[in-house]
């Protein structure tokens, strides 16, 4: 097992399809001066929000004009680069406005948008050729769970997803373990079966890419993270950051989570 280096936290905000573009504009301040008031620091624990892209101008607008301590990312992006698809959001555009992330694989598009395997890996070639930090999210449903299968399941979608890569191309990836059915149920994952599952990532991207890079790749966990459960998941040794949906729309509550560490 590869050893544990200094991977910086990263905290990420899914806020999908919520918030008119004023309410938008007014949460990302408010997380702003939140974590500023916390005396947050960006080095230590990264923040990253992932408004809806109609929002992304004004984020850009507010971050590099107030130069906030805070990243921010699209949800989604096209396997194209331009051209007729329409509806489409390239990660050319994405980058153009300055974003570092963008979410691929999502459970809710997997599901909804039945993007199956191959396309999240295009949309993860996509992200990395536009310079974008693809956080690629895998995760088991219920019934796959019930039968036993979550391991292998969710470590073959990230094998799928990183199919045809570099390790170097590997090293820049963000993975996000949801559980389907812990998203927005309020049931989250024990901190036990967060590692597990991390560190069966883990061993897959160090398969794929080699120790030194899958040592480097950040694991995020993401299904009904709150304040209270931020804490027991983050010191688990394999889980490097969370990916919140609900919990980020309130700023007092998204803060909370960003300080976990303080609550040890
Ligand atoms: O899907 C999620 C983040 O991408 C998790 O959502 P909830 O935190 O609302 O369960």
Redesign the pocket.
């Known amino acids: 097992m590869a050893e544990q280096t200094a991977r910086i936290p990263l905290i990420a905000g899914?806020w999908k399809m919520n918030l008119d573009h004023m309410q938008a504009v007014d949460l990302v301040q408010k997380v702003a001066w939140g974590l500023k008031d916390a005396g947050h620091d960006q080095d230590r624990v990264e923040v990253a929000v992932f408004p809806p892209f109609t929002d992304l101008r004004s984020v850009q607008t507010l971050v590099k004009g107030d130069r906030l301590e805070l990243a921010y990312g699209g949800q989604d992006l096209s396997p194209h680069a331009s051209g007729a698809y329409t509806g489409d959001v390239s990660g050319a555009f994405l980058a153009r406005l300055d974003c570092t992330y963008v979410?691929v694989g999502?459970?809710?598009r997997r599901e909804i948008h039945a993007e199956d395997d191959a396309v999240v890996a295009s949309k993860v070639a996509a992200a990395l050729e536009h310079g974008l930090v693809p956080v690629l999210?895998v995760g088991e449903g219920l019934e796959v769970r019930q039968a036993g299968r979550r391991v292998d399941h969710t470590v073959a979608q990230l094998t799928a997803a990183l199919d045809g890569l570099s390790a170097e191309q590997i090293g820049r990836v963000v993975v996000?373990y949801?559980p389907v059915w812990?998203?927005?149920?309020g049931e989250v994952a024990g901190a036990d079966d967060a590692q597990q599952m991390c560190a069966a990532l883990r061993a897959e991207l160090e398969r794929l890419a080699g120790e030194e890079t899958a040592a480097s790749v950040r694991i995020l966990y993401?299904?009904?993270?709150k304040a209270a459960s931020a804490p027991e998941l983050l010191a688990q040794p394999d889980v490097d950051g969370a990916?919140?949906?609900?919990?980020s729309l309130d700023a007092d509550e998204f803060v909370r989570i960003v300080q976990f560490d303080s609550a040890f």
Do not use: D, F, P
């Open positions: 899914n979410i999502h459970s809710e999210c996000a949801e812990a998203i927005g149920t993401g299904g009904s993270v990916l919140v949906g609900g919990a």
